[in-house]
């Protein structure tokens, strides 16, 4: 099996995470099953991307992945990525991750992230 040309790291013990992304997976299921992007629980492999010099806390507080490069995307980028996969969502993409938006986007992402991250601590999900 090929190496997926996107592979998404997030956290299953966050509920608005994990339904996020189950959502997604519902709407990709051709391109899982091509191997062409792939979901993973940093929860269950807390060490895959030690060698970025990510941390597990990294990881559980923005959405990382890799792409067939091997280049790191956190955060928004990660979002704006799988949305580019997804069929009917690429204008999310079009309109989230232009020059003149993306600052932006990305400034918005990581204070939901953020405010997710301090609720789930606080609701001991880790």
Not at 13 to 18: F, Y
Not at 35 to 63: K, T
Not at 72 to 84: Q, R, S
Request: proline share 5%.
């Amino acid at each position: 099996m090929r190496k997926p040309l996107l592979t998404v790291w997030y956290n299953t013990r966050c509920p608005v995470c994990d339904a996020g992304i189950d959502r997604q997976k519902r709407r990709l299921i051709d391109a899982i099953k091509a191997g062409c992007i792939a979901f993973r629980d940093i929860n269950g492999e807390p060490a895959a991307l030690a060698g970025y010099d990510v941390s597990l806390e990294d990881i559980r507080r923005r959405l990382h992945a890799t792409n067939a490069d091997g280049r790191l995307l956190v955060g928004a980028d990660v979002a704006i990525a799988v949305w580019k996969a997804t069929p009917g969502e690429g204008w999310l993409a079009t309109l989230f991750g232009n020059p003149v938006v993306l600052p932006l986007t990305r400034f918005t992402y990581d204070r939901f992230a953020d405010l997710l991250y301090a609720w789930n601590r606080r609701k001991g999900r880790w």
